[in-house]
């Protein structure tokens, strides 16, 4: 039995035992053949079954349930979309709001199935604390956000600004300069929900099988080691992991993001923090950090990692010392009581950035391939929304889902757009990356001269743009 547990801390904190599901033996004649038992598979899974009962459906794992991202992420649902503003700037205005209230109801939708199915993930919506906190230059990049969200019809129900005093009634961070709170988010333990969806869509007759890496795919058919199946539709459902079916490599690829979990804090600590209600929340810089109070008083704490050359997949997640201490560093820099706290667990994962980085839900009748992805670190809600717009797109069912600036109803593979090839991806990323961090140095530094760091934030503005 693989060691499974070290996954994450969430996989570790499951009660019960990780016994691996059987792996495909025989041949197969599905409807649908699923790769990949993560979030987006099991969501595809668990809305075609509830809409057609009769559907025979399979999912072929290469590990187990949750060994990807969905078991091992920083546990926002959030009700957004990476580059959703870009996504839905060329809309009427009334169509906007209505997609941006389609987005907004991610995680209420979550809690119903939840409720439904008897899932308990530790699901608590809080709603997000984007924080001033570090420097004050996040204030006023944080203010002009604000504004760009109200300019796209959103209003103070949606996202509104927190004064340093306001914020303290929820987060109590060392340098508070302020915070847009929004509603629309909520905390839950990732693993939970992968192994409770995993147990409802089994419970509907869909059928997992794990240690089973898929080899080949094509239009019609996969194959594992041992056995093939012939479906009508496949959706590989394999995000970060794309690199592993060609061509899928091409439009998606892997980067990584890493967390740390402290030890369960005390009450007394946490009355000096807050976070009372499950709140998310995270530091505004471009280091791009999230963090949450997990339900056992543990603080959990990621921020982005790195991209290998050639796209390639990172397997080992034992971190080292540099970067579980970077992020021991940047939460100290919040909460200073914690900058000696014992860390408990420490890992991370594979994510799955596109070309646009803007995720895409797409489905192509003709050949039967079926996939959502590119959710660049924002997927926990995204594909839940990505599994059901499948799910309608599959049954070829006329839904307001379907209808959305993200679908890609035509054109199959060939309508994303392919990354450059190396050594151009892996140069930009890092020239990108070295900005980003030059400029939280400059910011972070408070004898930094002005005009240094007006220029390490220009220069990080600009890089940042090759990202939009
Ligand atoms: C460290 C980290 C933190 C994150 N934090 C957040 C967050 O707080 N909020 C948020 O919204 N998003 C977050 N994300 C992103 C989010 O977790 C993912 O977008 C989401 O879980 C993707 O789900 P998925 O089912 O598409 O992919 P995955 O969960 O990665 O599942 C893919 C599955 O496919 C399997 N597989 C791969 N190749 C094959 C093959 N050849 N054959 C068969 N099976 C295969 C894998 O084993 C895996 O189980 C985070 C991601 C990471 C890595």
């Not at 979550?110 to 709603?127: N, S």
């Not at 390639?312 to 579980?324: A, M, P, Q």
């Not at 379907?402 to 990354?419: H, M, S």
């Amino acid at each position: 039995m693989p060691a499974w547990r070290t996954i994450s801390l969430w996989m570790d904190q499951l009660e019960e035992p990780l016994r691996a599901r059987p792996s495909l033996e025989k041949d197969l004649d599905v409807d649908v053949a699923i790769i990949g038992a993560g979030y987006t598979g099991l969501w595809t899974a668990y809305y075609l079954k509830r809409l057609a009962p009769d559907l025979k459906i399979a999912i072929i794992e290469a590990q187990t349930a949750g060994f990807g991202a969905s078991g091992r992420n920083g546990g926002w649902l959030m009700g957004n979309l990476l580059g959703e503003d870009r996504l839905l700037a060329d809309l009427p205005a009334e169509q906007r709001r209505a997609s941006f209230d389609l987005l907004h109801r991610i995680p209420d939708e979550v809690e119903v199935v939840l409720e439904r199915e008897g899932i308990d993930c530790d699901f608590r919506k809080g709603g997000v604390l984007y924080c001033a906190a570090r420097y004050p230059e996040q204030e006023s990049s944080l203010r002009r956000y604000l504004d760009s969200l109200y300019r796209q019809g959103l209003n103070e129900a949606d996202y509104c600004w927190l004064s340093p005093e306001q914020l303290a009634q929820q987060i109590r961070v060392a340098k508070p300069y302020g915070a847009i709170f929004a509603p629309h988010c909520a905390t839950i333990q990732p693993a939970k929900l992968v192994s409770g969806l995993a147990r409802a869509v089994e419970r509907m007759g869909v059928s997992i099988y794990e240690n089973s890496p898929v080899s080949h795919w094509q239009s019609g058919r996969l194959r594992t080691a041992k056995a093939s199946v012939r479906s009508r539709w496949i959706v590989p459902a394999v995000e970060g992991y794309a690199v592993t079916l060609a061509p899928l490599g091409r439009y998606q690829l892997p980067v990584q993001s890493l967390l740390v979990a402290t030890e369960p804090l005390s009450a007394s600590t946490w009355d000096e923090i807050g976070l009372s209600r499950g709140q998310a929340f995270s530091e505004s810089s471009r280091q791009v950090t999230y963090g949450q109070r997990t339900a056992d008083n543990r603080l959990v704490f990621g921020a982005r990692g790195g991209y290998q050359f050639a796209g390639k997949l990172r397997h080992d997640f034992d971190l080292t010392r540099n970067e579980v201490e970077l992020r021991r560093y940047l939460f100290g820099e919040l909460f200073p009581q914690l900058k000696s706290v014992n860390i408990t667990h420490s890992w991370g994962g594979n994510l799955g950035m596109s070309r646009r980085f803007k995720p895409h839900m797409l489905c192509d009748q003709r050949s039967g391939i079926a996939l959502s992805g590119g959710y660049g670190g924002e997927g926990v809600g995204a594909s839940h929304l990505g599994g059901r717009t499948l799910a309608d797109l599959i049954l070829g069912r006329d839904t307001e889902r379907v209808r959305q600036p993200w679908v890609i109803a035509q054109g199959g593979l060939d309508a994303l757009k392919a990354w450059e090839p190396e050594p151009l991806r892996w140069l930009g990323y890092n020239a990108i990356i070295r900005s980003f961090i030059h400029e939280d140095q400059a910011l972070a530094d408070p004898t930094s001269a002005p005009w240094r760091r007006k220029l390490a934030s220009q220069v990080a503005g600009f890089m940042e743009g090759f990202m939009r």
